[in-house]
């Protein structure tokens, strides 16, 4: 074979060989966009909840379905406008959360507390000097628990810290006995049996909205 032949034998090869390459670069960047397109379908069916879920300014807002409950129903029955502010209720559900887990309590219960002490207004004060979600009586509670100034009780954290830790002291009083526990929280009068009653209703309530309709 003559060294010309040779010559453009070789540069065949070469070109061949840089196709392939070229080919095989392709197929690689097909299979990684292959990939991003199946994650990029996961995040969004990971953020398809249409009922319990909301974007407000990219933010995603995914509520309980009590605080569900709170948003689309109970709100339309009173003139509360907290419970139809998204981030208020997504704050709720965090500290319902975090002291339902801290003091071992069912969070369909605080709820309950909640909805019958104040109708979920935050800032209510009563005449008794009970303030707050779960209406901490300020005199009564100020020295054992140690509150500075009773205008914390009007904070969600620190109403909710206090509130769940009385009642989870009284729950305990009474060796785990719900219905004593929550008589006391109330205090002990001739309405307490009623207060229980209505209280524990509540709590079925809530925890049916959860699929759950065991006592």
């Known amino acids: 074979m003559s060294k010309i032949s040779l010559f453009f034998l070789f540069l065949l090869s070469i070109i061949v060989l840089h196709n392939s390459s070229r080919i095989s670069y392709n197929v690689s960047q097909l299979n990684l966009l292959s990939d991003d397109i199946h994650h990029l379908n996961n995040q969004i069916i990971k953020f398809k909840h249409p009922i319990n879920t909301f974007i407000i300014d990219n933010e995603y807002i995914e509520l309980s379905p009590q605080c569900m409950y709170l948003y689309n129903t109970y709100s339309k029955k009173v003139s509360n406008p907290l419970v ?4 208020w209720l997504k704050q709720l559900d965090f500290y319902v959360d975090k002291y339902a887990k801290k003091y071992n309590l069912p969070r369909e219960l605080i709820f309950a507390i909640i909805h019958i002490e104040s109708s979920f207004n935050q800032f209510l004060v009563s005449s008794k000097n009970c303030y707050g979600l779960m209406q ?5 509670w ?3 628990l140690k509150i500075n100034h009773v205008g914390e009780l009007l904070t969600m954290d620190t109403n909710l810290k206090y509130g769940v ?3 989870k002291h009284y729950i305990e009083k009474y060796h785990n006995d719900y219905k004593e526990g ?3 929280y109330f205090g002990r009068s001739s309405y307490a049996k009623k207060y229980y009653q209505k209280v524990w209703n509540k709590y079925l309530f809530y925890k049916a909205l ?6």
């Open 84 to 87: 139809k502010n998204l981030f």
């Open 136 to 140: 901490v009586n300020y005199p009564v």
């Open 142 to 144: 100020k020295s054992a």
């Open 165 to 167: 830790r009385i009642l």
């Open 182 to 184: 929550i008589m006391s």
């Open 210 to 215: 959860s699929g759950n309709k065991n006592n």
